[in-house]
Each structure stands twice: as C-alpha cells, then as structure tokens.
C-alpha cells in the first residue's frame, strides 16, 4: 500500500513545467568556451542547457512515467512469474518509449551544442 501511494505521488511529477518557452535563452553563455570556463561557468552552462531546452520534460517523464512502469512490470515479471503476452507487450512499449525521448533528448543535445558552436565561431569572426 505505502508503495503504490508513494509511487503514485511520484508519478504526478510528470506533469512538469515547461520551462524552455517561459525562461528566454541567454546567449552570453554561448560565449563562453568549454574547455576554458571555470566550475561556475559550466554550471550555469548546464543549467541554461538543462532548463533552456525541453530536457527537463523528457527526463522527468522518462523517470516518473516509463521508468517506473518499467521497473514494476520487470519486477513483476521476474518475481511472480506473470510473463503473459500482455504483460511482455507493455514491458517492450515502456523500452521503446524510453528509446524513443532517449532518441529525442539526443537530438536536442546535439541542437544545443551545433547552436553553441555556431554562435562562438559567429562571435569570434565578428570581434
């Protein structure tokens, strides 16, 4: 019982915000090179990556949604024997979903950082 609720309560987390159209990009961070910012400077670049994009929605979805419903139906499958066709169905949907904005959140990452790139060498040239 204390599980299903905590997993319940868990689960409506995924209605997360969707901070990327509320919070403007800022591009000073563009600016600033990898290799030579300070700790506090990749912090703050990894926050604007973080909550600037739609990464946060897809790895709090990922968590609450797909990985629990993942891990209960494995664990149900494997502990009480139960691997209907049902069950085995809905374990793949939950390992394809996951693969799917494993996919998505890949393809932002790699936007972002093309973005980054691009902004620097644009910046560089006209200095």
Do not use: P
């Not at 868990?10 to 090179?33: C, E, P, T, W």
């Not at 990985?67 to 139906?73: A, F, I, K, V």
């Not at 904005?101 to 060498?121: K, L, M, P």
Request: proline share 0%; aromatic share 16%.
């Amino acid at each position: 019982m204390l599980f299903s609720l905590a997993a319940y309560f868990i689960s409506l987390s995924q209605f997360s915000v969707n901070l990327a159209g509320k919070r403007k990009h800022d591009h000073s961070y563009d600016r600033i090179l990898w290799s030579n910012a300070s700790f506090r400077q990749r912090c703050l670049i990894l926050t604007d990556f973080f909550f600037g994009t739609e990464i946060w929605g897809i790895l709090t979805q990922m968590a609450t949604e797909d990985g629990l419903l993942l891990g209960l139906r494995i664990a149900t499958v494997i502990k009480f024997d139960a691997s209907t066709l049902e069950n085995l169905f809905f374990v793949v949907k939950n390992i394809l979903t996951i693969a799917i904005f494993t996919y998505y959140a890949a393809a932002i990452s790699d936007s972002y950082v093309r973005h980054r790139y691009r902004y620097q060498n644009l910046f560089s040239i006209n200095e």
